[in-house]
């Protein structure tokens, strides 16, 4: 009995021991630096080149580039009314701005210049590249559409495919890498499943008990989205298997965007806190660590060979009842977090 109660003893010290060396080794997360960038306009979802160390911010109605060690502006591309996000194709040399007023401009990687502009649906919003499928994908909230269109599109006189039709209004997007696209749909508090080579909505996932989806990546490795919800305030972790919600975590007001970099996971939230979640030797989530960046820091993308994470703000007016505060002139910047 004792040799049983002392080999139990043993072995619970061994599994805690690894459990907290595997947080260990993943380190802990802390803000390194901030750039002071300036400018006018909003904000909206960061993207970053990790090879050319690159970010492209959408301004509202300029995109600003700026350089990710150092925050020196590169440039500054115009022509936009309403933007909200850049996708990136290396293969074409292009870059894809999706424009809330019904457009999407492409512009020259090398040059920044813009090359053109086509008509999109109105609310044009999230926006990446499937370099499966090899096509960018946009998605319009107020039509509850996804949109596609190929690289190598002429600029002048191309147009965008026919739409597909989701089913809800959709917010972002997280790609397999195998031929589908996970769209979370904020209105009906799902994630659409879509075929992109039969160009069908397959099925609609329930992400309770988390509601109001809006931030989405994936891990394609292991199947699983992240799902970031406004209300209930939650990062859902879904199988992509079969949508089965896997687990369910606490988080704080205003997510809008997950992101995820091989070994953790992230919701950046408008209050001001960075969530990371993380999986456990047994398979279950836990959030662990939540630090604090800045008020606004809501959006984000992650280098996830350099372990930094980019977070776009501004320092805020004191907000009226009932409204957002309004960002103070000239103060916008990106807030640089890394691991340690």
Request: aromatic share 8%; with cysteine; proline share 6%.
């Given at each position: 009995m004792y040799s049983r109660n002392l080999l139990a003893g043993f072995l619970?010290?061994?599994v805690s021991f690894a459990l907290t060396s595997s947080v260990a080794a993943q380190g802990t997360w802390a803000v390194e630096?901030?750039?002071?960038?300036?400018?006018?306009?909003?904000?909206?979802?960061?993207?970053?080149?990790?090879?050319?160390?690159?970010?492209?911010v959408p301004r509202s109605t300029h995109t600003m580039v700026i350089d990710a060690d150092s925050g020196k502006i590169l440039g500054?591309?115009?022509?936009?009314?309403?933007?909200h996000g850049v996708a990136l194709v290396?293969?074409?040399?292009?870059?894809?701005?999706?424009?809330?007023?019904?457009?999407?401009?492409?512009?020259?990687?090398?040059?920044?210049?813009?090359?053109?502009?086509?008509?999109?649906?109105?609310?044009a919003d999230g926006i990446i590249y499937d370099k499966a499928s090899g096509l960018v994908l946009v998605v319009s909230g107020d039509d509850g559409i996804l949109m596609t269109l190929k690289p190598d599109v002429d600029p002048k006189t191309g147009s965008i495919d026919a739409p597909i039709?989701?089913?809800?209004?959709?917010?972002?997007?997280?790609?397999?890498?195998?031929?589908?696209?996970?769209?979370n749909l904020e209105d009906k508090n799902q994630v659409a499943v879509v075929d992109l080579k039969a160009r069908k909505v397959l099925a609609h996932w329930p992400v309770a008990p988390g509601g109001a989806p809006v931030g989405l990546s994936i891990d394609p490795a292991k199947h699983r989205l992240f799902v970031g919800c406004r209300n209930p305030q939650k990062m859902i972790v879904m199988s992509t298997d079969d949508g089965k919600v896997v687990a369910d975590l606490p988080i704080t007001a205003g997510v809008d965007a997950t992101k995820f970099d091989g070994q953790?996971?992230?919701?950046?939230?408008?209050?001001?806190?960075?969530?990371?979640?993380?999986?456990?030797?047994?398979?279950?989530?836990?959030i662990q660590q939540v630090m604090t960046t800045a008020v606004g820091a809501k959006t984000m993308d992650v280098d996830p060979d350099q372990h930094k994470i980019y977070l776009p703000t501004a320092e805020f007016e004191e907000a009226?009842?009932?409204?957002?505060?309004?960002?103070?002139?000239?103060?916008?910047m990106i807030i640089v977090v890394g691991r340690h």
């Open positions: 619970i010290v061994v630096k901030t750039f002071h960038i300036g400018g006018d306009g909003g904000m909206d979802y960061i993207t970053l080149d990790a090879n050319n160390h690159r970010l492209y500054d591309i115009p022509g936009q009314k309403h933007n290396p293969e074409a040399g292009r870059g894809f701005i999706s424009d809330g007023e019904g457009a999407v401009v492409i512009f020259d990687l090398k040059t920044n210049a813009v090359l053109g502009t086509l008509k999109a649906h109105p609310d039709e989701l089913g809800g209004k959709p917010e972002y997007l997280a790609p397999d890498g195998a031929g589908k696209v996970y769209i953790q996971a992230f919701s950046s939230c408008r209050d001001g806190k960075l969530h990371v979640v993380g999986e456990t030797a047994d398979g279950k989530f836990e009226k009842p009932g409204t957002r505060p309004a960002a103070k002139p000239g103060t916008f």
